[in-house]
């Protein structure tokens, strides 16, 4: 199993950047759908009395998404896989300030291994890792994520303990000078370019420019990953992780690049778009070329 935490430092508040990331998740999502591939949401609403993060937070609104995946995942997950299973199912307890995201993929890969979730933290079955059937129970990826009005100094936002705090890799992602692909590239979506007309903000240029900006937060992303396959496990963890990496670095550049979209708007506004997209997203998965980040 891998743990990371990424360190995502914005120039933002702790307030700003819920209305921030619903919109620009909304903007992405249709971003990425076309072409019989992308988001579909199955539910979005309210709920109460699911405890997280240590009772801490217990209400707020739950959402259940099918990604409906072929070009976007590497070439040799594609060959493992039949046609119809690259489906990842996501589910979303968004308690802000506190987020708990699980990603499974409830289908079938090829040999008859079943990958399913039923636990974080499920218990051997007594499978081993030379029987067919060890999948069972053993493909998680866990994104928790806690956003604080600071530098990204807190040692423990997710209050670890025990052998998973020793596992946790602590990672800093840096919006403006960390290398993107070319292909991810765009202009209009550079932070080092752009510079708010609503608020004066930006563009983000020099090492450690968060120690320049007023307001600033941190979004603290721990990402836990468990894929049990004997001879692939650490190189599909490891392709997870990096997979992650990418997207949070280039969905958080969008994030403050589309400041003077989001800027202003209210939660009442964002749950009209977030109907709207579901809507849109329905039509332009049946329709057009695939659009989006490809996987390699």
Not at 104 to 130: C, Q, R, V, W
Not at 191 to 220: E, H
């Amino acid at each position: 199993m891998i743990v990371k935490e990424f360190r995502v430092i914005l120039p933002l508040t702790v307030e700003e950047y819920q209305v921030a990331q619903l919109y620009s998740v909304a903007e992405a999502s249709k971003n990425e759908t076309g072409g019989g591939e992308g988001i579909e949401v199955l539910k979005n609403e309210p709920f109460d009395n699911y405890p997280l993060l240590g009772d801490k937070y217990s209400s707020g609104q739950y959402t259940y998404k099918i990604y409906h995946l072929k070009s976007k995942v590497p070439s040799f997950i594609r060959l493992l896989a039949p046609e119809g299973s690259l489906e990842i199912h996501e589910e979303a307890w968004n308690a802000y300030p506190y987020c708990r995201t699980i990603i499974s993929n409830p289908g079938y890969m090829k040999e008859g291994f079943y990958i399913t979730i039923e636990s974080l933290h499920a218990h051997d079955d007594g499978e081993s890792e030379n029987n067919p059937g060890f999948m069972k129970k053993k493909f998680v990826i866990c994104i928790e994520s806690f956003h604080a009005d600071d530098l990204g100094t807190v040692e423990n936002a997710h209050r670890l303990s025990g052998d998973k705090l020793k596992l946790r890799e602590v990672v800093t992602v840096d919006i403006a000078n960390d290398p993107v692909k070319s292909c991810d590239y765009k202009p209009d979506e550079d932070p080092t370019k752009f510079k708010s007309a609503k608020t004066g903000r930006g563009p983000l240029q020099g090492p450690q420019w968060w120690k320049k900006c007023d307001p600033v937060m941190t979004c603290y992303k721990l990402v836990t990953c468990e894929f049990r396959w004997f001879g692939l496990q650490s190189r599909i963890e490891n392709i997870i992780h990096d997979v992650e990496r990418r997207l949070f670095t280039n969905f958080h550049r969008q994030v403050f690049c589309w400041m003077d979209r989001w800027h202003g708007l209210t939660m009442d506004d964002i749950r009209r778009l977030e109907d709207k997209t579901k809507e849109e997203l329905d039509q332009q998965r049946e329709i057009g070329d695939v659009r989006g980040t490809k996987g390699e």
